[in-house]
């Protein structure tokens, strides 16, 4: 079994309301001088196999066509 961690995270330029609306969260609660906040997605996968070449490549199909919108958004792949 092979355990990897997707990460995708917004593109630089595109916008990121739920960024802002966490930074707006922050200050409100106390937390000053925060700024630039973004936020994104974290998958945790279990694959069968004991090739992780293998997996990684499937990992990156599947973030190509499911796990993450190439056109706005950004992924890495960490393989352990």
Do not use: H, W
Request: charged letters at 25%; proline letters at 1%; hydrophobic letters at 45%.
């Amino acid at each position: 079994m092979i355990k990897a961690r997707v990460t995708v995270t917004l593109k630089n330029g595109v916008l990121d309301p739920q960024g802002k609306a966490i930074e707006g969260a922050l200050g409100t609660l106390g937390f000053a001088g925060v700024s630039g906040v973004r936020q994104g997605k974290v998958f945790d996968l279990e694959v069968e196999g004991e090739d992780k070449a293998k997996a990684e490549a499937d990992i990156k199909a599947m973030c190509e066509r499911l796990l993450a919108n190439t056109v706005i958004e950004n992924y890495s792949i960490a393989v352990n």
